[in-house]
């Protein structure tokens, strides 16, 4: 046995997949999948019929769920897609700094403060006045893929 020690670099990742396999067929509107390495949520499903050379293709319509872009895609429907692990969670917010990052309360009572505010004007106006007001407020975050963003918001004040 040797005496030296040896250093393993250790990841926060526990190895599970940012997306799974999932029948093109099987895949329908409201659903997720991956259009260009992003995370999509299906708005218009379109299924041709069996051609000369085989397949039924599906034609997919979907909205990119971090920054609002339509991609489609067109796959034969026998085919795997990669649908995307998508998870929402709802966090306290706490503080929100000068740079546009926010602080927010997990469960656990931990602090999270890797996240910036939305891009979408609207949902950033109302964090920005329920907070300046003083209000509980309770965001949902979405995250898929590696990605997280501030998706919507409730206030929990009470009348």
Wanted: glycine share 8%; proline share 3%; charged share 30%.
């Amino acid at each position: 046995m040797s005496d030296e020690e040896h250093q393993f670099e250790s990841k926060a990742d526990a190895g599970a997949s940012k997306t799974y396999p999932q029948q093109a067929g099987t895949i329908r509107k409201g659903g997720y999948i991956v259009i260009k390495a992003r995370a999509c949520k299906v708005v218009e499903v379109s299924t041709s019929k069996t051609g000369k050379h085989g397949h039924a293709k599906c034609h997919f319509v979907a909205i990119d769920i971090f920054n609002g872009k339509k991609l489609e895609d067109i796959v034969p429907s026998s085919h795997n897609c990669d649908v995307p692990h998508v998870n929402r969670t709802d966090y306290q917010l706490i503080d929100i700094s000068e740079d546009g990052f926010v602080s927010l309360l997990t469960d656990n009572g931990n602090t999270k403060d890797d996240l910036k505010l939305p891009t979408d004007e609207a949902l950033l106006s109302q964090i920005k006045d329920g907070f300046a007001e003083g209000k509980d407020l309770v965001v949902s975050v979405m995250s898929a893929m590696g990605e997280e963003q501030i998706c919507a918001l409730k206030d929990i004040s009470k009348v």
